[in-house]
């Protein structure tokens, strides 16, 4: 069964978490639909992780569109939501209807998400309005990173704490219908989780959110550089690849690859009355 908006919300109502991945290609996301993961973003973290730009700032709607589409045609029935990138949405409700539409009608996305809170409910407002479903994300929303200044826990605070409450009704009173919380205090994610009927998805935010979410470079471990305090790794596939691509560059040198089961045949006869 397709998951859908209500779908997703009957999960939160029936104490069922969601699972989110991030996913940025085709058969990534086979791989993740058929083990069934609820739902796929593509984030705009692909800047980071598959553009290796330094920040998502740099990210434009044509790179969203192309990964997004990419990853939309391994799906069959896994609920898609794709990022919003920055200055697609921030300089008008118009602007944000456009882009969402894009995201929707050439990326094939279900959900649209954009980072903030009061500041762009007239955006949420107007992209709903346009019948898209909309997932908003507070508390560490890395495309205002040079306003805040760095990667860190958000919400620390009580006036902190209080916006972000305050932030989380407003979104969903403007419309939104799943909220991303990242980097925040697990015990500010659990209480804004029982305040609020759409269901909230945590990264950095506790086990008390309705679902997780994670960058699935982080969590199979294939980026080690740098490991946030919030990332488990489920696997070590970084190291699974080196070693794969060393044994493959030994075996050219060897001889060992190709074998004889990787190579054509051509009729000794007909190869000894070639002239060379
Ligand atoms: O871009 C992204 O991957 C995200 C998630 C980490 C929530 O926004
Ligand atoms: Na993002």
Same mark, same amino acid.
């Given at each position: 069964?397709?998951?859908?908006?209500?779908?997703?919300?009957?999960?939160?109502?029936?104490?069922?978490?969601?699972?989110?991945?991030?996913?940025?290609?085709?058969?990534?996301?086979?791989?993740?639909?058929?083990?069934?993961?609820?739902?796929?973003?593509?984030?705009?973290?692909?800047?980071?992780?598959?553009?290796?730009?330094?920040?998502?700032?740099?990210?434009?709607?044509?790179?969203?569109?192309?990964?997004?589409?990419?990853?939309?045609?391994?799906?069959?029935?896994?609920?898609?939501?794709?990022?919003?990138?920055?200055?697609?949405?921030?300089?008008?409700?118009?602007?944000?209807?456009?882009?969402?539409?894009?995201?929707? +009608?050439?990326?094939?996305?279900?959900?649209?998400? /954009?980072?903030?809170?009061?500041?762009?409910?007239?955006?949420?407002?107007?992209?709903?309005?346009?019948?898209?479903?909309?997932?908003?994300?507070?508390?560490?929303?890395?495309?205002?990173?040079?306003?805040?200044?760095?990667?860190?826990?958000?919400?620390?605070?009580?006036?902190?704490?209080?916006?972000?409450?305050?932030?989380?009704?407003?979104?969903?009173?403007?419309?939104?219908?799943?909220?991303?919380?990242?980097?925040?205090?697990?015990?500010?994610?659990?209480?804004?989780? +029982?305040?609020?009927?759409?269901?909230?998805?945590?990264?950095?935010?506790?086990?008390?959110?309705?679902?997780?979410? /994670?960058?699935?470079?982080?969590?199979?471990?294939?980026?080690?550089?740098?490991?946030? +305090?919030?990332?488990?790794?489920?696997?070590?596939?970084?190291?699974?690849?080196? +070693?794969?691509?060393?044994?493959?560059?030994?075996?050219?040198?060897?001889?060992?690859?190709?074998?004889?089961?990787?190579?054509?045949?051509?009729?000794?006869?007909?190869?000894?009355?070639?002239?060379?």
């Amino acid at each position: 069964m397709k998951n859908t908006v209500s779908t997703l919300l009957k999960q939160k109502q029936e104490g069922k978490k969601i699972s989110m991945l991030t996913c940025y290609d085709y058969s990534t996301a086979k791989l993740m639909e058929e083990v069934g993961v609820n739902t796929i973003l593509v984030g705009d973290s692909l800047g980071n992780t598959m553009l290796g730009y330094e920040d998502t700032i740099q990210v434009t709607m044509e790179d969203m569109i192309h990964h997004c589409a990419a990853v939309s045609r391994g799906l069959k029935n896994t609920f898609l939501v794709c990022d919003m990138p920055f200055m697609s949405y921030q300089t008008s409700p118009y602007d944000a209807v456009v882009n969402a539409g894009r995201l929707m +009608k050439e990326g094939h996305a279900n959900m649209v998400k /954009l980072e903030g809170g009061k500041e762009v409910c007239p955006q949420i407002e107007a992209i709903v309005k346009a019948s898209i479903p909309v997932c908003a994300h507070l508390g560490l929303t890395p495309q205002s990173i040079n306003a805040l200044g760095g990667y860190k826990v958000q919400g620390k605070t009580e006036s902190d704490a209080q916006k972000l409450i305050d932030d989380a009704k407003a979104v969903q009173e403007a419309g939104a219908s799943m909220l991303v919380l990242e980097c925040v205090p697990a015990d500010l994610a659990a209480k804004i989780t +029982k305040t609020l009927h759409i269901p909230t998805i945590g990264i950095g935010a506790g086990n008390q959110c309705d679902g997780q979410v /994670l960058v699935y470079q982080d969590m199979l471990g294939m980026f080690t550089d740098y490991v946030p +305090k919030f990332v488990k790794q489920f696997a070590g596939v970084g190291e699974t690849m080196k +070693k794969a691509f060393k044994e493959y560059m030994e075996e050219i040198q060897s001889g060992a690859f190709p074998a004889e089961e990787h190579s054509y045949k051509i009729d000794d006869e007909v190869i000894e009355r070639l002239y060379f």
